[in-house]
């Protein structure tokens, strides 16, 4: 038996050093070219009124991200499983009161279940919609995202399935609120 797994090893480093002498096709030139011939062609006639962003789990926090920074020139989006601005910056800590739960704890436990709901035996709370309205009113006041009130006439869907293990119901009925 040992005798097959090591053929079996062998054969298959074998392949993936040859895999890898053969894969050119991600190869950069040293020095790198300083323009390329081929260039986006131009839109000719965009209808300005109809951008919109969308976006499925991360892509749609993303998306929702960028149709409030944008909200100028995004009309509309499509957010499936996603969640409120600035999300992860106003979940509390679940052990200390006074400074909210680190980004990446409040990301992939709060606004997401992606390692799980709880921190160290503790669920955190989830996202509140005050918050990340307070959120986009300071970034506006500071003048990095554009107008909140251009959001007022646009159309938005936003979808989260029953049996979603990744985005908690509370995150997308968040970002309901936010709207």
């Not at 009130?149 to 970002?175: C, K, S, Y």
Request: with cysteine; aromatic share 10%.
């Amino acid at each position: 038996m040992m005798r097959v797994v090591s053929t079996t090893t062998s054969v298959a480093l074998a392949l993936l050093l040859l895999a890898t002498a053969l894969a050119h096709h991600d190869d950069i030139p040293d020095p790198p070219p300083q323009s390329t011939p081929n260039r986006l062609a131009p839109v000719a006639k965009i209808d300005r009124t109809a951008i919109t962003v969308s976006g499925l789990s991360s892509g749609g926090f993303f998306a929702h991200q960028f149709h409030i920074a944008y909200s100028k020139l995004v009309n509309g989006s499509g957010i499936i499983a996603g969640g409120p601005f600035a999300c992860v910056e106003g979940i509390p800590n679940p052990f200390f009161v006074f400074w909210p739960l680190d980004r990446v704890s409040a990301a992939t436990i709060a606004c997401t279940n992606y390692v799980g709901s709880r921190y160290f035996w503790l669920r955190p709370s989830a996202p509140k919609a005050e918050i990340s309205v307070r959120f986009i009113k300071e970034a506006w006041q500071r003048g990095v995202i554009d107008d909140p009130a251009n959001l007022a006439d646009d159309r938005v869907w936003l979808f989260h399935g029953e049996q979603d293990r990744i985005v908690p119901e509370q995150v997308a009925r968040t970002l309901e609120q936010v709207y």
